[in-house]
């Protein structure tokens, strides 16, 4: 089994596509029954009451220690991480997915970076941290990245 945590903006007010682009990514590996067992996805909203998300983004029914010491444990359990910078034109900064850059740069993680923005294609924390960038979700699965690190440790 190879685990992919998806890192990435949680607000309420674009919630909807704080899910979309993470489901893509399930629904990609989960309705192909050759990556079914082979891919597990970690999701940061896994578990969470998502009516219970402020609009914010910053709070819910789930303590903010436990979301992050869950976070944390999720980055440690995952092989890969892939980070999804977008913050769907809301202003808030993804703190918490830096957090999680942070962890994973910590403990030697591939980091797979979807961005399309200068801002951190060029910010040398982001840079050093990246394995790859992409610009899109599309992107990522039709360059088959996750499927290469996959391999990577599989050896198919």
């Not at 819910?60 to 440690?76: E, R």
């Not at 840079?127 to 198919?156: C, G, M, P, Q």
Request: with cysteine.
């Amino acid at each position: 089994m190879f685990s992919v945590y998806l890192a990435g903006y949680i607000h309420g007010e674009v919630l909807d596509k704080c899910i979309e682009w993470r489901n893509k990514i399930k629904e990609f590996f989960y309705l192909n029954p050759k990556w079914f067992k082979e891919i597990f996805i970690l999701d940061p909203l896994n578990g969470k009451d998502l009516n219970s998300i402020t609009p914010d983004g910053l709070k819910s029914n789930i303590p903010p220690q436990a979301i992050v010491h869950g976070d944390y444990l999720s980055v440690k359990k995952a092989d890969l991480i892939v980070a999804n910078l977008n913050t769907f034109d809301k202003n808030r900064a993804s703190v918490g997915t830096f957090f999680e850059l942070a962890w994973a740069y910590e403990q030697k993680k591939p980091v797979i970076i979807i961005t399309d923005e200068e801002q951190y294609l060029e910010h040398p924390f982001i840079k050093t941290t990246a394995s790859v960038f992409v610009k899109s979700v599309d992107e990522l699965l039709e360059k088959k990245y996750i499927n290469y690190f996959y391999k990577r440790v599989h050896s198919a």
